[in-house]
């Protein structure tokens, strides 16, 4: 399991996360299987849990364990599943947002650039659309907007410019082709930092992760059982915003809706107010908890 993924903030969030060992419970983004194997060790005989991933790669390391069930489908369908297996309601989902360690390693995937590689970043690999689908067919206002709100990308217009001028003379199918087509915007100083920013928001549009973060928080918060816990690690500010606004409010914007008696609709309270964080020392030894942020609420 080490191998294929280093889980970030595995004790705090399981710790969290497990209120009643015989409970029902969901890790809703299984990958390498650490955050599950922590589970099941922490569950009772009688304990249950569900995990998804739309990578198929991620079968393989799916323990022999009665109590486990793995699904190989997107975790914006968890209310589905959870009626379907458990139908009384779940005491617990976890969600570990972001990208596998081995989806990063495996160069034939697309996802980093450290490699040369086909343009692809799919999570689930029977998916229609791929990275070079987006910067093949995108216009430049939505390449724009894809890079702006999804990378946080400075002076996103002119790399967006530069694609559509790119392939105008070169299909644009590798991560070397992209590269090349956005040398001359790439910042000497921080070109990695500046690079991250770009994948990360073609990654988000081929896999449509912020629409299915949004239908996930929906379905968790049908899904859970009064006092039902949900516990969150995210990595970057938009996919952060978007969990605390629904905590907060029940609503990805963040506003507080009231009925007419003045009741809000909120279906969480936060348990504390400022998000866990990595030490010191699980950052020197993985960099990836260098973003990390670890949001709990509960059903109320």
Request: hydrophobic share 40%; aromatic share 8%; proline share 3%.
């Amino acid at each position: 399991m080490s191998e294929y993924h280093n889980p970030v903030l595995l004790q705090q969030s399981v710790s969290r996360l497990v209120t009643d060992p015989a409970g029902s419970y969901a890790d809703a983004t299984f990958g390498g299987g650490s955050h599950s194997a922590e589970i099941l060790n922490r569950l009772s005989p009688e304990g249950r849990l569900m995990a998804f991933d739309r990578d198929a790669d991620a079968a393989a390391n799916a323990p022999s364990d009665g109590r486990f069930t793995l699904i190989h489908n997107n975790f914006r369908f968890i209310h589905n599943y959870t009626l379907l297996h458990f139908p009384e309601g779940l005491d617990g989902i976890l969600a570990d947002l972001g990208v596998s360690s081995h989806q990063f390693d495996t160069a034939e995937r697309g996802f980093s650039f450290r490699y040369s590689a086909p343009l692809d970043m799919r999570m689930n690999v029977q998916g229609d659309m791929t990275a070079a689908d987006i910067v093949g067919s995108y216009t430049q206002n939505e390449l724009e907007k894809i890079l702006y709100v999804y990378g946080e990308v400075e002076n996103a217009h002119k790399v967006a410019g530069l694609i559509v001028a790119a392939r105008q003379h070169k299909a644009i199918l590798t991560t070397d082709d992209l590269h090349d087509a956005i040398a001359a915007a790439l910042p000497s100083f921080a070109e990695h930092k500046y690079l991250a920013k770009v994948y990360q928001a073609f990654r988000i549009e081929v896999n449509q992760e912020m629409r299915s973060l949004e239908k996930f928080l929906a379905g968790a918060a049908a899904s859970l059982k009064k006092g039902g816990r949900l516990v969150v690690i995210t990595y970057h500010s938009l996919e952060d915003r978007m969990v605390k606004n629904f905590i907060r409010s029940g609503n990805i914007e963040g506003e507080i809706r009231k009925d007419m008696f003045g009741r809000s609709d909120a279906p969480f309270k936060a348990l504390g107010s400022k998000p866990v964080l990595p030490s010191e020392e699980e950052i020197a030894s993985n960099t990836r908890a260098r973003s990390a942020k670890l949001r709990v609420a509960e059903k109320i």
